[in-house]
């Protein structure tokens, strides 16, 4: 099964931007890498997701490699409501299709 | 719009017993996903349905299982629970499946407990 390898834990200040990093070596050519983040006592929710190119929506930015081996999510001004356990997760497309989520980054901010 | 809903919010069983798990996607969404959350762990896939049929399974034993009815909705069934079930149950809906990028929209869950 394809995965993905993030840190444990990472701490930012607040304001500051934070740069959360993903390898995901066994990835396929149609493989969507996805984020999400889970907040304390809450479901998963929703970040990004992209294919090739880097994106970048309301909440955060996408940095994908050009071998696609890694990424990075970037969230520029981190605040104390992004204190979440942030998810880097494979959309796996070829015959088996499902959402390979790994442990997760646990992102601390600090005021 | 209501977003995926889950039920019951708690459920207490005893080793030995069935539990039973619902989650009603959100409108339009035919695809649901049933996730196991251990405390303090990551998300461990364990179904997916899509159209009323099971599309996959993850790496859990039998007595896991689920079905997903005509208006989509989903139900997950964990036979002769034992202890290490004891987790949160988390269910969330897709509006796409093949060929797309498909953005999951989660629950809040349903948290079992096992005594």
């Known amino acids: 099964d394809a995965k993905t390898t993030q840190p444990n834990s990472m701490e930012s200040n607040e304001e500051e931007p934070v740069h959360l990093p993903c390898n995901h070596s066994?990835?396929?050519?149609?493989?969507?890498i996805h984020w999400y983040r889970q907040l304390p006592s809450q479901g998963p929710e929703y970040v990004i997701h992209?294919?090739?190119s880097n994106v970048n929506n309301r909440m955060a930015s996408l940095a994908i490699a050009e071998d696609r081996k890694s990424s990075t999510l970037i969230l520029h001004r981190a605040t104390l409501r992004d204190a979440a356990v942030y998810y880097c997760?494979?959309?796996?497309?070829?015959?088996?299709?499902?959402?390979?989520f790994g442990t997760g980054t646990r992102l601390k901010v600090l005021a | 719009e209501a977003g995926v809903t889950q039920s019951p919010t708690h459920l207490i069983k005893t080793r030995g017993q069935q539990a039973t798990l619902r989650c009603s996607p959100i409108?339009?969404?035919?695809?649901v996903y049933w996730y196991q959350q251990a405390l303090g762990l990551g998300l461990q896939f364990l179904l997916w349905?899509?159209?009323?049929?099971?599309?996959n399974r993850g790496n859990f034993p039998p007595r896991f299982s689920g079905r997903q009815f005509p208006n989509y909705s989903s139900e997950l069934n964990v036979n002769a629970l034992e202890l290490e079930d004891s987790a949160l149950y988390l269910c969330?809906?897709?509006?796409?499946?093949?060929?797309?990028?498909?953005?999951?929209?989660f629950g809040e869950g349903s948290r079992l407990t096992v005594l």
């Open positions: 992209g294919l090739t």
């Open positions: 349905y899509d159209e009323g049929e099971e599309r």
């Open positions: 409108s339009g969404h035919t695809s």
């Open positions: 066994t990835i396929s050519g149609t493989d969507y």
């Open positions: 997760i494979l959309r796996v497309s070829s015959g088996t299709y499902k959402y390979i």
């Open positions: 969330a809906s897709s509006s796409s499946s093949w060929g797309q990028a498909g953005e999951l929209f």
